[in-house]
């Protein structure tokens, strides 16, 4: 597989996680002494099994982040940073898959969890942007239908809200006319345009 030497080659994605209601936050990538951190990796390892052999994607990755802190992974292509995005929401491609370490949102291990436990936790409490929208968007469905999907996986209201929400969502991403993007289809949009639609369905839930 191409660009998996020591890393594995994708696009660069923003990983959003819910805030803890209490501690703070050091310098980058560390939580202040005694402050649990919101997200906790240690000693992650993801490997892609090809027919080619083994191809380690990940090698003993450790961060943390603090509640309200930011950190910035920061690497050259091909070197781990949206295989590890992907890892902390459970969403490594096939043939990859965790083969070490911890990951733990708000206390909570991550690792080893079921599809249908993952589905009650993403989008809710952790949420993924990714670099490449015309690859994260469907083309046979409209805006306003992929964003009422996003915004009615995780709450229970009609077809008219879920449709006003996700009105909001666009102008708050800084999408000029959000009520008529909701009629487009992603083709029909520029790239920054289908951008700002993915950050749209992040904002959708709490991440």
């Not at 206390?107 to 994260?136: C, H, K, N, Y």
């Not at 009615?152 to 993007?181: F, I, K, N, V």
């Amino acid at each position: 597989m191409r660009g998996m030497g020591e890393a594995t080659a994708g696009t660069r994605a923003a990983v959003g996680v819910e805030p803890a209601p209490a501690g703070g936050s050091g310098p980058a990538g560390r939580a202040t002494a005694g402050a649990d951190p919101v997200l906790a990796i240690e000693d992650l390892k993801v490997t892609f099994f090809t027919d080619e052999g083994e191809v380690p994607a990940v090698r003993g990755v450790t961060l943390s982040v603090g509640a309200g802190e930011v950190v910035a992974l920061v690497g050259e292509s091909g070197s781990g940073k949206s295989v590890t995005a992907r890892a902390v929401t459970g969403l490594v491609p096939p043939p990859g898959r965790v083969v070490g370490g911890r990951i733990r949102l708000a206390g909570r291990e991550l690792t080893g969890l079921t599809p249908a436990q993952w589905r009650t936790i993403r989008g809710r409490e952790v949420g993924l942007v990714f670099q490449d929208p015309m690859t994260s968007l469907d083309p046979l469905f409209t805006v306003g239908d992929q964003l009422v999907e996003a915004i009615t996986a995780h709450r229970r209201m009609s077809r008219a809200q879920a449709l006003s929400r996700a009105t909001e969502l666009l102008a708050l991403a800084g999408l000029p006319r959000p009520a008529d993007r909701l009629r487009q289809y992603p083709h029909e949009l520029s790239g920054g345009m289908r951008q700002r639609v993915l950050i749209a369905m992040a904002l959708a839930t709490p991440p």
